[in-house]
């Protein structure tokens, strides 16, 4: 008699009559699950002779099985916030941003995501007095769509007590501690509401083929019981329903080896580093991003450095004396040029080889030269950027040249840090883009600068394997489809498999079969692969209807 233990197993599940992404076999059709496990892949003839009645069948009818994406920098409660408020990214006027939030629903403040006054034909923003009357008195609060400056309203300015602050002038814009402020004090939710959203931005992620999703949280985000809430979701919800992993960043600053450990243990070790979002500087659209000289629209601006070279380097030298990963998010040349200053001088306390060891991560990272590629390369540091910044900012005319004039050429250098051997992962930044890893991977290949396009393949490893490998996952097989590997994957429906490249001088030869090169999705057809089935570990976290149908 079967013992208990064998019947509450689940039956192993055969995908095939499909396409599986792995190096095992670039032209296999099939693949078996065991439990949290990849058993097996291969062809279809050899499918039909393992499939038993002891398995569940799947005919992926020419469906793709591939790595789960991992995004490698988000968050969780400002995500669900946003899918639940004023949607503003397309929002064309002030005029129109008045429309919205008079047409907003409910009793409490008014908040919305998403603007972008450098797509208006006249930027002109609206009055705070403006916002407070088309409210009808609630407090509004209205984050750009970077999410480092944001519009607020007379009532909630007084609410949050900005008067005095950093980045307060009277006015409806409020950025750096002012903006810090005002957001903490529309973040003041009960568990449950905190809860609901970020299961709601977990619920998202599976939908669209994540597995896991890095999420950075800071004293001026959410504070310390959200980071602890999004780390509980690795539990699984009272034993029910299952999401994404969650690996937790702390952006807080220590300078010395027992305040870091001190931090990490107040997280009960729950926390993969003291890195993500740690601001050495600002954002680009909100003109915070600290620069080497003036911004090209304004000229008199260049930002402002939030740490000190000293600080910055505190917290590395702390960081890799405590064997934790340390990083910050850093986005201008001039704040990238006090991070490298900092890993400088951090070596020269404690050393290039714990430095380097302590696997330490700058978010964003979008102005780098050749010499900061050079000095990431040396110091092991990995670069998590976001390819939908490109995509949404780098064309003719966008965001990136209207603040940077000709520098806007080299920003987002992909092609440079792989060449260097800069490690490199990629994610969302969500809700500052949407979770569609596709698009993301299709922004590489598609980046505005020819020269910094890398292949759809490697895109494709940096959002998958090399996200757990940027959160030094203790799996070493992680994000890859090979017997023994974990069972974490997604199924797409897709239109067409390629080879796609970045040099067209390669292309023959990687899409000839003998170069056995895995085959993606095309990403020029004019949509994106529709997620069928999302599963972590085995266990299914998503599913469309139309997957076993």
């Not at 590997?485 to 990687?510: I, K, T």
């Amino acid at each position: 008699m079967p013992s208990p233990e064998a019947t509450s197993r689940p039956a192993p599940v055969l995908y095939r009559n499909g396409s599986v992404y792995t190096a095992a076999d670039p032209f296999a059709t099939a693949m078996l699950v065991d439990g949290d496990t990849v058993a097996w892949v291969g062809s279809e003839q050899a499918a039909s002779s393992i499939a038993d009645s002891s398995m569940e069948v799947i005919d992926l009818r020419g469906a793709l099985v591939a790595p789960g994406f991992v995004d490698s920098h988000m968050h969780l409660t400002e995500t669900g916030i946003a899918l639940e408020s004023l949607q503003l990214g397309a929002v064309t006027s002030a005029r129109a941003l008045l429309d919205a939030v008079a047409g907003a629903w409910g009793n409490g403040p008014v908040l919305g995501h998403g603007w972008d006054e450098t797509t208006w034909a006249d930027s002109t923003l609206p009055s705070a007095e403006e916002l407070e009357r088309a409210a009808g008195g609630r407090p509004v609060y209205l984050s750009r769509v970077d999410v480092h400056s944001a519009l607020v309203s007379p009532s909630l300015a007084q609410s949050a007590g900005l008067r005095g602050k950093d980045g307060y002038d009277g006015g409806p814009r409020v950025t750096r501690a002012a903006h810090e402020a005002a957001r903490l004090a529309t973040r003041q939710l009960p568990r449950e509401s905190l809860k609901r959203h970020q299961e709601r931005a977990l619920a998202e992620a599976a939908a669209n083929g994540y597995v896991a999703v890095a999420e950075m949280g800071a004293p001026h985000i959410g504070g310390v019981d959200d980071l602890k809430l999004a780390a509980a979701w690795n539990g699984g919800v009272d034993g029910g329903a299952q999401f994404p992993e969650v690996l937790p960043y702390w952006g807080e600053l220590v300078s010395t080896e027992e305040q870091a450990r001190a931090l990490v243990g107040q997280f009960d070790g729950g926390i993969r580093g003291l890195a993500g979002d740690l601001n050495i500087d600002g954002s680009l659209g909100s003109r915070t991003a600290a620069l080497r000289a003036g911004y090209s629209d304004a000229a008199q601006e260049r930002g402002a450095l939030y740490l000190s070279v000293d600080q910055a380097a505190a917290h590395l030298a702390a960081c890799s004396l405590a064997g934790i990963q340390g990083g910050f998010h850093v986005i201008g040349d001039a704040g990238l040029d006090a991070a490298l200053e900092a890993l400088d001088l951090a070596a020269k306390e404690v050393g290039e080889q714990r430095v380097r060891a302590a696997g330490h991560r700058f978010e964003h990272v979008e102005m780098a030269d050749a010499a900061a590629v050079a000095k990431l390369a040396h110091y092991s540091v990995t670069v998590s950027a976001q390819p939908a910044f490109d995509a949404a900012w780098g064309g003719a005319g966008g965001l990136y040249e209207q603040r940077l004039g000709e520098r806007s050429r080299s920003m987002n250098p992909f092609a440079a840090f792989y060449s260097a051997g800069v490690p490199v992962c990629f994610g969302s930044d969500s809700p500052v883009t949407r979770l569609r890893p596709w698009a993301s991977v299709r922004a590489c290949v598609e980046h505005h600068n020819a020269a910094e396009r890398i292949s759809a393949r490697a895109a494709f490893l940096g959002h998958t394997r090399a996200g757990w490998r940027a959160a030094r996952h203790a799996n070493p097989m992680a994000g890859q489809l090979v017997p023994g590997a974990p069972a974490s994957f997604a199924v797409w429906e897709v239109e067409e498999l390629m080879v796609q490249v970045a040099d067209g001088r390669v292309q023959s030869w990687s899409t000839d079969p003998r170069a056995r090169t895995p085959l993606l999705p095309a990403l020029d057809t004019g949509s994106d692969p529709v997620c069928l089935q999302t599963v972590k570990n085995g266990t299914e976290l998503f599913a469309n209807p139309a997957l076993r149908s």
